[in-house]
């Protein structure tokens, strides 16, 4: 049994400022994986509830330009988002950068709830952010998961496990089960915490997956995807496993 950690507890590892590595599992793995952590982290847990749910609305330009350069791989790259943590009722828009050298850096504010068009102040925060000032960003894509998050008893490392991914845009539905996603957040990068040395153990080896352009790939085939082929396949691999 983990033991629960409130979330203003966890929120001394808000890491914003960090590295992020990520592994890419089935289901079934991901029990036994789970069951062997439980003296080395806690969970976040809100009203008795561990397993959270997430909805987020992503904007990119009319020609998808963020998708492209990630698509692309452009080091230094841009996500753009609205996310609401249900369980908690908190909703933020947030800005995740890449630096160029592999770190994440995430900045947000608070918002009342979803906009689809965005307000004013939205945009200047968006502008300030990016310093990326009379561009338009339209709504491309919605997604929802269910996320269990583990912390060191140190407060020093996050573990997110998304589940029951599901995409939306428009008249388009697409749910991606059996499939679970881990990210390590880490301040500095530590491969001897005890989730990177138990994944060693299993061989189980970082894979880089952004929940974000596989969506974009589902919800907008013609988009063109033939460096992340390999990642569709290895999702319908466990899929199917």
């Known amino acids: ?18 590295t992020e590595t990520k592994f890419v599992i089935s289901e079934l793995q991901l029990l036994d994986i789970v069951a062997t952590l439980a003296q080395e982290y806690k969970v976040l847990s809100i009203d008795g509830k561990s397993l959270m749910t997430y909805t987020s609305l992503y904007f990119d330009t009319p020609n998808f330009r963020l998708y492209r350069e990630h698509h692309n ?35 947000r504010i608070p918002m009342d ?10 945009l200047d925060f968006i502008a300030n952010s990016t310093s990326q000032r009379e561009i338009q960003w339209v709504p491309s894509l919605w997604n929802t998961f269910n996320r269990i998050t583990l912390v060191d008893h140190q407060y020093e490392e996050r573990v997110t496990i998304d589940m029951n991914l599901s995409y939306q845009f428009n008249d388009r539905v697409k749910t991606i089960d059996k499939l679970a996603v881990i990210e390590v957040k880490q301040k500095r990068l530590d491969r001897c915490s005890p989730i990177m040395l138990l994944l060693k153990k299993r061989i189980i080896n970082p894979y880089k997956l952004s929940k974000y352009c596989i969506g974009m790939l589902y919800m907008h085939p013609k988009l063109k995807h033939n460096l992340f082929k390999e990642k569709l396949i290895k999702i319908n691999k466990i899929k199917s496993a």
């Open 1 to 18: 049994m983990f033991t629960p950690v409130s979330l203003e507890e966890m929120n001394k590892v808000a890491l914003l400022h960090r």
């Open 73 to 107: 791989g452009k080091l230094k790259r841009t996500k753009i988002r609205i996310r609401k943590y249900v369980d908690s009722e908190a909703v933020y828009l947030e800005v995740k950068k890449k630096d160029g050298r592999g770190n994440t850096h995430k900045i």
């Open 113 to 122: 709830d979803f906009e689809t068009t965005l307000s004013q102040s939205a």
